[in-house]
């Protein structure tokens, strides 16, 4: 059944995501359709909200669903958040942590309050987002010694305060289960 979807839709709507809600509708995380239509489908999950689009089988058309909800309920300590560069940047809302100017993401980098050279560790307690040049005033050096000061301690961030951060400004449907 699957493999009969008509092939046009997939070319065209390839970058829709759709938003995976618990059963106490708890955003879980973004998945593209295909993934959710299949959730759907087997039972897993019900379509809460639905896009304008449609998918075509060779004997059905199914509407696409733009939030679904598991049956299930998915206790939030089970999932991982990796510390990576986007989630840090996030997580400090595009704000160098030493200078507190916003900046676009492509001028932000992620610098290791323990320099990485002495043993610090990529975790989210010791990495915060900062501005080019205050990353290379900080340079090596331990924060006690440095020319410029942290303005608040790095803490790891919540699964749901990451997902809420990444659409909080949109005009997405969604905003309203975040």
């Known amino acids: 059944m699957f493999g009969d979807l008509s092939a046009s839709y997939f070319g065209n709507m390839e970058n829709i995501t759709v938003l995976k809600l618990d059963s106490s509708f708890k955003p879980i995380e973004v998945v593209p359709w295909q993934d959710a239509f299949i959730l759907t489908y087997v039972g897993k999950a019900w379509a809460v909200e639905y896009t304008d689009k449609w998918v075509n089988s060779a004997t059905k058309k199914f509407k696409m669903p733009s939030v679904i909800a598991l049956y299930q309920f998915i206790d939030e300590k089970f999932f991982t958040l990796p510390c990576t560069r986007k989630n840090v940047v996030i997580r400090d809302d595009y ?15 992620v610098d290791h309050v323990i320099p990485k050279s002495k043993g610090g560790p990529t975790e989210w307690e010791n990495v915060v987002a900062a501005c080019i040049k205050c990353n290379q005033t900080k340079a090596n050096y331990y924060l006690k010694d440095s020319p410029v000061s942290l303005k608040k301690a790095p803490v790891k961030p919540s699964y749901r305060s990451i997902i809420k951060a990444r659409f909080k400004n949109s005009n997405n449907p969604w905003v309203c289960y975040l």
């Not at 704000?95 to 980098?109: A, E, G, I, N, W």
């Open 95 to 109: 704000t160098c942590q030493y200078c507190c100017k916003r900046f676009p993401d492509k001028d932000l980098s």
